[in-house]
């Protein structure tokens, strides 16, 4: 009778510790959920901005899709959805990243379709199409060039240097342990920026660019980005525009680009090393 009543007993005692355990926890994510409704926009900024700063490493995926509408009849049509996942070590200054394009120069074009690979180590680049086994390797100053492009396109530290900018107007929504932040009303500076990106976009992807001083964003323009609520590293940044331009000064385009990155595994990659198999090339 004893050793039941002391079962009994310690079962009581279980359900107790069991039942504060659980009443904590919920009370703590509570407190914890309020704090993050609570955020302001510029302390979550600053906190993105804190942390994007002290990342060893990240992993990204990048799927870009371009239609182009043309005076020129050769040019109508043109498209391409460019797919790119890649891993980026900023503390040793590496990048690898594997790139999908589909391509249709005008309406009539069936397309075509290319995979690569690419590593940017120091100021050299090894690359090379799926399909084929040679590699080929560019250094000097067509190197550094190339690398600044890709870092442009796959680092956020320049999405963070424009969403800090007290000039751009953003709301901010908290919504499942994350910040979805909405660009209202862009700044003259974030405008040239994702001018340059576009650019960007379309090079990587081998179409044709703008003429800088002739792009001209049209008035449906949506960006959102992210972020984790309890870690501050962007989780996805989505582009969503139409742009008005002239190629050449001659041609007037319009080109519909939309883009989302995700990114993931935060210091948590694998070094990145050139295979010996390119170096030897």
């Known amino acids: 009778m004893k050793k039941k009543s002391r079962l009994y007993f310690l079962t009581i005692v279980l359900v107790v510790m069991l039942v504060g355990c659980n009443t904590v926890s919920k009370s703590s994510k509570d407190k914890s959920a309020q704090a ?21 490493s990240f992993s990204t995926a990048l799927d870009t899709k371009v239609e182009i509408t043309s005076t020129n009849q050769k040019n109508k049509g043109a498209s391409s959805d460019n797919q790119v996942k890649a891993t980026i070590d900023k503390e040793a ?3 690898y990243f594997k ?3 589909e391509k249709k120069e005008n309406q009539s074009d069936k397309g075509t379709t290319f995979e690569g ?30 690398k600044s492009k890709i870092t442009f396109l ?19 929504e908290y919504k499942d ?17 994702l001018g340059d990106y576009v650019n960007n976009q379309l090079e990587v992807g081998e179409l044709y660019t703008f003429e800088s ?3 001209r964003f ?3 323009l949506k960006f959102f980005v992210t972020v984790d609520s309890s870690t501050f590293d962007i989780k996805n940044i989505t582009l969503k525009t139409t742009v008005n331009g002239k190629v050449d000064n001659i041609t007037e385009e319009t080109i519909e680009i939309s883009s989302r990155a995700s990114y993931s595994d935060f210091d948590k990659t694998e070094a990145i090393e050139v295979p010996q198999e390119a170096k030897s090339k």
């Open 36 to 56: 993050n409704q609570n955020e302001t926009i510029e302390n979550v900024l600053k906190k993105v901005s804190d942390r994007q700063s002290n990342q060893k």
């Open 213 to 215: 001083s002739s792009m």
């Open 177 to 193: 342990n994350q910040y979805v932040l909405t660009l209202k009303k862009p700044s003259d500076d974030f405008i040239r920026f």
């Open 154 to 172: 796959l680092y956020m530290g320049e999405y963070v240097k424009q969403l800090e900018n007290p000039k751009n107007s953003f709301e901010m």
């Open 99 to 101: 790139q999908t394009s």
């Open 117 to 146: 690979e690419v590593y940017f180590v120091d100021d050299e680049i090894y690359s090379r199409l799926l399909s084929e086994q040679n590699w080929q390797k560019m250094n000097g100053q067509e190197a550094i060039l190339a």
């Open 93 to 95: 200054d590496r990048i």
């Open 218 to 220: 049209k008035n449906d």
